[in-house]
């Protein structure tokens, strides 16, 4: 798979901002992330347009096109090229012709905001049809020091969130808790696809680590994971019903409030001890 980057929008900027503290006020600038339109387009075919930080986004491609079903292994996916223009980024990529196919014919026209990668689903009846794969098998274990460890290290690989404090971080985890990568996103589903994509471009597999979330875990973190196999999500907020219904059904183990020494496991609860 060739990849070719060009220079894309900044990941933050400055801005004016006044504060108010006590009653006083004060002029100054802040640091602010930034969420850019990027469009994915297969063999010149616009498949999706999200709101993500520009950043990452040879990962962010490749992941997306695994998490979605697009692809089905990194070797189907030719190129990716990011290119960018006056109102975004577009990320040009080429898929063997049985992938493009079949992409066309299960076409989910995405127009994602940061927050929501369902946006571009037109109906609730394509929402229920859209698959769930059950690959989440591994007979992965993890223990609760490794969780605490996880959170311990995630903190200080986050550089954005420092500058900003306004981007949601994905890691991928070893089972001892040491955290191999760490990628970060304005939308936390974009922060788990590039995250995929990260593994996937380094020939990593899915089922010998687990992914922490520094966010909430909605039906569509855990149907990504669910996707390429991810057996463990932890996440540092609260899971959503949907979210724990899919985990259930899709084998993954979703553990929520991953706070310090504490958790709440949601599914599978085998895989944790």
């Not at 989910?108 to 037109?122: H, Q, V």
């Not at 969780?147 to 420092?162: D, G, I, N, V």
Request: hydrophobic residues 40%; contains cysteine; aromatic residues 6%.
């Amino acid at each position: 798979m060739h990849t070719s980057s060009y220079p894309v929008t900044e990941t933050h900027g400055r801005y004016g901002v006044e504060r108010w503290s006590g009653g006083d006020t004060v002029h100054a600038e802040d640091t602010v992330a930034e969420e850019t339109p990027v469009a994915l387009v297969y063999n010149g075919f616009s498949q999706a347009v999200m709101l993500a930080t520009p950043q990452d986004l040879d990962d962010f491609a490749l992941g997306f096109s695994l998490s979605e079903g697009i692809i089905e292994r990194p070797g189907e996916l030719y190129d990716i090229d990011v290119i960018e223009h006056g109102s975004g980024c577009e990320i040009r990529m080429h898929l063997a012709g049985e992938r493009f196919a079949h992409m066309r014919t299960r076409r989910r026209a995405l127009a994602g905001r940061t927050g929501c990668g369902l946006c571009g689903i037109e109906s609730l009846e394509q929402l229920l049809q859209r698959p769930c794969p059950n690959r989440s098998t591994a007979a992965t274990a993890v223990a609760s020091d490794a969780l605490l460890r996880a959170q311990s290290e995630l903190h200080a690989l986050q550089p954005l969130f420092h500058l900003t404090g306004a981007v949601h971080g994905a890691a991928w985890c070893r089972l001892d808790g040491s955290v191999a990568l760490v990628r970060e996103d304005v939308g936390r589903h974009n922060a788990l696809d590039k995250l995929i994509g990260a593994i996937a471009a380094q020939g990593g597999g899915f089922g010998d680590g687990f992914v922490l979330m520094t966010s909430r875990a909605s039906y569509e973190i855990v149907q990504k994971a669910a996707a390429v196999g991810i057996p463990v999500i932890a996440a540092r907020s609260a899971p959503t019903g949907m979210a724990v219904r899919v985990a259930q059904t899709a084998g993954v183990t979703l553990v929520g409030f991953a706070r310090d020494a504490r958790h709440s496991v949601y599914s599978h609860p085998q895989r944790i001890h």
